[in-house]
């Protein structure tokens, strides 16, 4: 396996043992608002959530996020997420209902976390496409897994978690690649640059 692949399945593997933090992010959400089933307790306990994952997500990156842009975007973005999802989906609790919110919700993430990447990452706009399309297909994983949807809970369970991050990591890992290769072109394009 050559160096560049192996670096690459490292910081997948990194990044997707970082769906271990959706667990305490959902039962701190849940500790400081309560069931998700209102707009106030939907954004604050989001809001919570969405601190604990961007710091998760943040340490998973080692390095590869500035974490004051990262954890204030994932923190605001499931916060208002959530409260916009769980409205959309009239606090619904059903499988429809909760894909709905997950839309929503992964939406406002996936725009948010989007001007959080490094400056320099192209096809930025595609962390937004796979986000939204990834964290409804996170909280139908974890429905069918195991069916806690009335608890109003504010972030999908392990299965869903494992599904997200593994999918979200590949992603990731694309977008952000040629920002950790060397310039092809080598130092010498600094310093025989003609004036």
């Not at 919570?48 to 605001?76: E, K, S, Y």
């Not at 909760?98 to 839309?103: F, K």
């Not at 490094?118 to 595609?126: C, I, S, Y």
Request: aromatic share 8%; charged share 15%.
């Amino acid at each position: 396996m050559s160096h560049v692949a192996d670096t690459s399945l490292r910081r997948w593997a990194i990044w997707t043992a970082s769906f271990l933090a959706f667990p305490v992010a959902g039962l701190a959400g849940t500790a400081a608002a309560g069931p998700a089933d209102g707009a106030l307790a939907a954004l604050l306990g989001g809001s919570v959530a969405g601190f604990v994952i961007g710091v998760a997500q943040v340490l998973a990156g080692r390095g590869r996020l500035d974490p004051r842009r990262w954890i204030v975007a994932t923190t605001v973005g499931m916060g208002v997420g959530l409260a916009l999802g769980a409205a959309n989906a009239e606090y619904g609790t059903t499988l429809q209902y909760v894909a709905l919110m997950g839309l929503v919700s992964g939406m406002v993430l996936g725009t948010a976390q989007t001007f959080a990447l490094p400056p320099r990452t192209r096809l930025r706009w595609l962390w937004a496409v796979a986000v939204t399309g990834l964290w409804p297909l996170g909280w139908v994983v974890s429905t069918v897994g195991e069916n806690r949807l009335s608890e109003h809970l504010t972030i999908f369970a392990l299965p869903g978690a494992l599904v997200f991050t593994a999918l979200s990591g590949l992603v990731l890992d694309r977008l952000l690649e040629d920002r950790d290769q060397p310039d092809p072109r080598g130092p010498e394009v600094l310093t025989n640059t003609p004036s």
